[in-house]
């Protein structure tokens, strides 16, 4: 099974675009525009960072929640109060 | 049962480390805005750095310097800071989280201001991951034990 999937896996990857190419769908649709106007529209020189905390904020206020939770969960399941008896 | 490490050299070496690594994480937040880096990432190496103080010396000196009441207070600031940047536009006419809308409070124009929005939510990224990661190294590193349990344990080495 595993060698089967494997096999239409490689098969598959042979028909990808070349990496990197501008003509690529990925690379003609939104990446442009970020790339052209993230100067003059957050005056920001790094479009990663414009990109990941402007235009896509909404994504890492999450990913910030995700990180929230793992810290809360672990002070329930870890911490105790003083006397032993309930979980903080 | 482990022996309270005693070596110098770790000592010393990291006491002159801690402040140049909290520099080095605050470099990294704030160049984020032009190189690699950001919240992320400054906040791990700020974590690192309370995680290195615990190891060279002992947990209850960090315990003492960072509690972990306060660490479960930054962990929940740093989101609100974050939301709340993203809240204030709303009643400023713009959509949530579209910082250009704050410079209507701030004495900036609309550019700068997603700049400074960037880096305000930027902080609030670190300041969570920097008390989350503590948090959590604490946590398991004591077992969860607060500071005023730990008090009868002279030797600094948190054993039942």
């Not at chain 1, 595993?2 to 042979?14: H, M, P, W």
């Not at chain 2, 140049?20 to 992320?40: E, T």
């Not at chain 2, 060279?56 to 940047?85: D, M, P, Q, S």
Request: aromatic share 12%; hydrophobic share 45%; proline share 4%.
């Amino acid at each position: 099974m595993i060698t089967i999937f494997g096999t239409l896996l490689v098969v598959s990857a042979v028909d990808f675009k070349p990496w990197g190419d501008p003509l690529q769908p990925a690379s003609v649709h939104v990446s442009p525009r970020y790339i052209e106007r993230t100067l003059e529209e957050t005056g920001v020189p790094n479009v990663v960072t414009s990109v990941l905390a402007d235009y896509r904020g909404y994504d890492t206020l999450f990913e910030t929640s995700v990180i929230f939770t793992a810290g809360i969960v672990v002070i329930i399941l870890l911490r105790r109060q003083t006397d032993g008896k309930g979980t903080g | 049962m482990v022996k309270e490490p005693d070596d110098v050299i770790v000592r010393t070496v990291s006491r002159f480390m801690i402040p140049i690594i909290q520099l080095f994480s605050f470099y990294v937040y704030v160049h984020g805005h032009i190189s690699p880096g950001g919240g992320f990432q400054g906040g791990c190496i700020l974590a690192a750095s309370f995680i290195l103080m615990a190891v060279a010396f002992n947990i209850k000196e960090a315990n003492k310097l960072f509690k972990k009441r306060i660490a479960l207070f930054f962990i929940g600031f740093g989101v609100f800071l974050y939301a709340f940047t993203g809240v204030v536009p709303l009643f400023l006419q713009g959509n949530f989280l579209d910082y250009g809308y704050l410079s209507k409070i701030l004495p900036l124009n609309s550019v700068m201001a997603r700049y400074y929005g960037m880096a305000i939510i930027e902080l609030g990224v670190q300041i969570t991951v920097m008390a989350v990661m503590v948090s959590i190294f604490s946590d398991l590193v004591t077992a969860g034990r607060n500071e005023e349990m730990l008090k009868d344990n002279e030797d600094g080495n948190y054993h039942r």
